[in-house]
């Protein structure tokens, strides 16, 4: 069963070309890809020559011996260094964990589409490219000519780069975290966009959102993804119940015929629901929306398509 269910979902990247396509592919997504209990918690990933292991539920010491020798045999070149990130607890602090083989120290490049990005495999609670976001990085590489971006909940601001690599003449880079805003200054600079004009904001979307309009700001592209729960100074927001007030303050800074890009990362919520939420506070805003499309998973995610497990929820949204 391991054996052949790795080998099956390897083959299918090879078959699409993603591996030419980028050093930073989702090589197994085990909820959508395999009906063994066990093997359905499990995510793997590569980022160069590094693997990337993600567990939902408690795997036996035995069965990951064998994912991580499945993955040597058929991955030679992507697993220099295996790591494994155990998301089987609830709200874990636990870091990344080194399984096997010569795990890179600090931050690198791996290339997406031709567009470098720097990424962790130490030390650090996620890699910092998010793989289910690559249709969203492409299409921001080909849309963002001469566009004014802001990016929020911006985390190490791959999207940032992005919209700098499509030719943006200016991106704001706004998130909560100082060490990922660093990181995303640190990626940026990395990636020499040069006609781009770059700006690194630590600190509140709720707080920055007014300021921003205050100051007479308008953008022609806003990329929205924020957590599903953070916890700030003056409050806390959650997806559950804040969608609604955070795009009434986003909707404002958007200019005519701008484009908004919003997603959320959540079972438990619809996309009907996401939806409705974004209508009321358009409505409050007195801005029109038109639909454009759907913020898509890539290929390398596969789901069924009436399954819970298709999580990313995100919309492209036009102000006319």
Known sequence: ?????LATAFQLRESL????????????YGPGESTDSVLSQLAIDVFSDQTWITQWAPVSETLMRDVVSV?????????????????????????SVPLDGEVREGRFVVKEFGIPYLVQMKNTKHPGLFLD?????????????????LNLFSYTGALSVAAGAGGASSVT?????????EWARESWENAALAGSTGDFIFGDVFDWLPRLKKKGLE???????????????????????????????ILPLLAKNGILVTSINSENISERAFLGDIEAAAQQAGTRLQWLGRVDLPETFPTPLDSKQRYLKGFYLRSV
């Open 71 to 95: 993955i040597r045999q058929r991955l030679p070149e992507r697993s220099r260094g295996i790591v494994l990130m155990d998301r089987s607890k609830v709200a874990s602090e636990a870091d």
């Open 17 to 28: 070309g993603a591996l030419r396509d980028s050093e930073a592919l989702r090589m197994f």
């Open 173 to 181: 880079t706004l998130d909560l975290s100082k060490p990922t805003i």
């Open 219 to 249: 953008y022609d592209t806003i990329l929205c993804d924020p957590p599903s729960f953070s916890r700030t100074k003056t409050g806390a927001f959650s997806t559950g119940k804040d969608l609604a007030r955070l795009h009434g303050l």
């Open 133 to 149: 976001h690559a249709p969203l990085r492409r299409w921001l590489t080909r849309t963002q000519a001469n566009k004014r971006v």
């Open 1 to 5: 069963m391991l054996e052949s269910s």
